[in-house]
Every structure is written in structure tokens, then in C-alpha cells.
């Protein structure tokens, strides 16, 4: 198993262009998230679905999207990036949301925005 | 609403020695608590975690954590330290209401040879 995959690893933006990053699980996980890491910040969560169909706010979501495609994918946008969203994303799974379930991160996408 | 510290930005041991990365927590009702590792340009890999019963709790690669109630704290700890070990460690927790973690801002462990 691959558990969970990130695309890109990196990547560069201007500001105001916009992008969408990927995430994918082969785990048969019904929730999924999207993180930040910023250095000092730990990682804050943007959105998550719970399950295939349903989406919701983290702490941070301002200035992004989300759209759980399938059960298996989970992409974020950035439809109009700003230096602020200069940070390292993190997707991450779960079997469920509740509250004895662990979160399996893939290996993130480093993002610049300049 | 749930609050974790990490008090130490950054701890570092001797090869050989005990290593412990300090956690504390506030959470509204019982705390359900997690330890994750970040080696560099890496994502996250899960360690261990404390849902309920014994307060020791073993993990992967000889880590162990020690839940406190009346301390609201979960250290990490390792015996005997590797220079393998040297990593950005994060503390997360979870209330039984909450739906997902609130993480610790990270402590990078440096283990010298």
C-alpha cells in the first residue's frame, strides 16, 4: 500500500495564480484532511471530509477550497494565491472521525508564493 | 477548547542517555492524546497515543508516553536515545466533542553522538 500520496511535492506561484493540490489513500479511509505547517504553528487544519460527500472548515479556510472527489481523493485549491499561503501542506486520513482514530499524513507539498 | 503546549522548543540529549519531550494539554472532558515524529522533508508518522487504561503507553521504535491527569501532561520518553531519534516531534489531542486534533506547535529533538 502507498497509504497516503501527495502531488506536487513542491511547487512555486505567483501571486494571484491559482493551483490545486492532490491527495490520495489506498487505506479504504472514510475521512480525510487538509493541513498547513507553518514553522512555530504546528499544523492547522484548513478542511475535512468526513465522508465521501461532505466537506468542512477547519481553523483555517479562508482563501481555499476543497472537493472530496471519491472516496479515495481529496484536493484542495487555491484560487487566488497570496504570500501568506507560502507554507508546507499536509493531507491526512482516517478511518472515521471519531475520537480514537489515528491520521495517516502523506509526505506534503511544499508551497511558495511569491 | 482544546490547547496543547509543548514548552520546549528544542531538547537535546547524548546518544546513550534518556530522552524526554515534554506535552501538556487542556481539553474539556477526557483527553484523548497522540504523539506524532516528522523526520526532515517528511510527513508526519504516528508514534502512539493514549485513549484509555494503562497511564504507560508503549509506541513504535522504544517510545513511550506517560499520561498524567492531574498534570494535564503526556511526555514522550526513550530510555536510551539514538541519534536516529533527531526529529520534530508533535503532541496532538482530541475530545470526545471535538472532531479533529488540535497539534502542539512541535519539539525538535537533537540526540548527539
Known amino acids: 500500500n502507498a497509504g497516503v500520496t501527495q502531488t506536487p511535492k513542491f511547487q512555486v506561484l505567483k501571486t494571484g495564480q491559482s493551483m490545486t493540490l492532490q491527495c490520495a489513500q489506498d487505506?479504504?479511509?472514510?475521512?480525510m484532511y487538509w493541513y498547513r505547517q507553518d514553522p512555530g504553528m504546528g499544523l492547522r487544519l484548513i478542511y475535512y471530509s468526513a465522508s465521501e460527500g461532505t466537506t468542512d472548515k477547519g481553523e483555517v479556510p479562508n482563501g481555499y477550497n476543497v472537493s472530496r472527489l471519491n472516496k479515495r481523493e481529496f484536493s484542495l485549491r487555491l484560487e487566488s494565491a497570496a504570500p501568506s499561503q507560502t507554507s508546507v501542506y499536509f493531507c491526512a486520513s482516517s478511518v472515521g472521525t471519531e475520537y480514537q482514530e489515528t491520521q495517516y499524513f502523506g509526505p506534503g507539498t511544499r508551497l511558495l508564493v511569491l | 477548547a482544546q490547547s496543547v503546549a509543548q514548552p520546549e522548543d528544542q531538547v537535546n540529549v547524548a546518544e546513550g542517555n534518556p530522552l524526554t519531550v515534554k506535552c501538556t494539554y487542556s481539553?474539556?472532558?477526557?483527553?484523548?492524546l497522540f504523539w506524532y515524529v516528522q523526520y526532515p522533508n517528511r510527513g508526519l508518522q504516528f508514534l502512539l497515543k493514549y485513549i484509555t487504561g494503562d497511564n504507560l503507553v508503549k509506541g513504535s521504535y522504544g517510545f513511550e508516553a506517560e499520561f498524567n491527569k492531574s498534570q494535564t501532561s503526556f511526555h514522550l520518553k526513550k530510555p536510551s536515545a539514538l541519534v536516529s531519534d533527531s526529529a520534530l516531534y508533535f503532541c496532538?489531542?482530541?475530545?470526545?466533542?471535538?472532531?479533529?486534533?488540535?497539534f502542539g506547535p512541535g519539539t525538535r529533538l537533537s540526540v548527539l553522538p
Open positions: 487505506m479504504n479511509h472514510n475521512s
Open positions: 496532538a489531542v482530541r475530545d470526545i466533542y471535538g472532531q479533529n486534533f488540535v
Open positions: 481539553v474539556s472532558g477526557n483527553p484523548y
